[in-house]
């Protein structure tokens, strides 16, 4: 089955710089792959998606980056703000198979003021 | 409305209750899912129900208990629960294509096991 791993598991930054959060994934198969955000005692919510198709995809201050042939793919985010501090999952599906998302172990994001 | 509305919100129960969650979506959505969360760690798949039939059980105890009413309605029936099962359980749905979407989560039930 599916294995993701992401790292780093933690991570702090000053306002204003940029974060990274990297994800591998084993099934060469999986062509779907989302990132949540995690605020404490709050749900899971979608903040980008890309899929198999697509190298890049940007949304505003987000971006997510895939490489097939590496099986990886990132999270950018940059122009940080406290706000952004969070628990950021990523996770990879395989489409028309089993609606089986599989997460990586998350990332705790911390934005220092 | 994009809203998984899960109740109750938190649940108190001993080893030899029996309670179930609740949840529902008017998405339309086709898929839906239990995750099971403990502290610091990623939400682990339970259940998957597509098109209101069980597809993925991944492997869990039988004293956690499924059910899909109708395609809007989810409930996970619990017996017999053991203090290791206390966590946050999270409800999510999505469009259930096999075209990879959007799961949508609910604010999730928070289980202590006492």
């Known amino acids: 089955g599916e294995n993701v791993e992401q790292h780093p598991s933690t991570l702090s930054v000053q306002e204003g710089d940029s974060a990274v959060i990297k994800c591998t994934y084993s099934?060469?198969?999986?062509?779907?792959f989302p990132w949540y955000k995690q605020e404490l005692g709050k749900r899971p919510q979608l903040i980008i998606d890309?899929?198999?198709?697509?190298g890049e995809k940007k949304d505003q201050r987000i971006a997510v980056t895939l490489n097939k042939t590496a099986k990886h793919f990132s999270l950018h985010i940059t122009e940080t703000q406290p706000e952004d501090s969070a628990v950021y999952f990523c996770?990879?599906?395989?489409?028309?198979?089993?609606?089986?998302?599989?997460f990586g172990k998350g990332t705790k994001l911390t934005v220092n003021p | 409305d994009t809203e998984v509305t899960q109740t109750p919100k938190h649940l108190v129960m001993g080893m030899t209750n029996k309670k179930s969650l609740k949840c529902e979506q008017h998405?339309?959505?086709?898929?839906m899912y239990w995750y099971k969360q403990k502290a610091k760690k990623p939400p682990e798949l339970m259940f998957v129900?597509?098109?209101?039939?069980?597809?993925i059980n991944e492997s869990v105890p039988s004293r956690f208990s499924p059910e899909c009413p109708n395609s809007s309605l989810l409930n996970l029936h619990l017996h017999a629960l053991q203090p290791e099962d206390s966590a946050l359980y999270l409800c999510?749905?999505?469009?259930?294509?096999?075209?990879?979407?959007?799961?949508?989560f609910g604010q999730g039930t928070r289980l202590t096991v006492v």
């Open positions: 999510a749905s999505s469009q259930g294509t096999g075209y990879g979407t959007e799961a949508f």
């Open positions: 099934d060469s198969a999986s062509n779907y």
């Open positions: 890309i899929r198999s198709n697509v």
């Open positions: 996770a990879a599906l395989l489409e028309g198979g089993s609606e089986k998302l599989v």
């Open positions: 998405m339309g959505h086709r898929a």
């Open positions: 129900y597509s098109y209101e039939k069980l597809s």
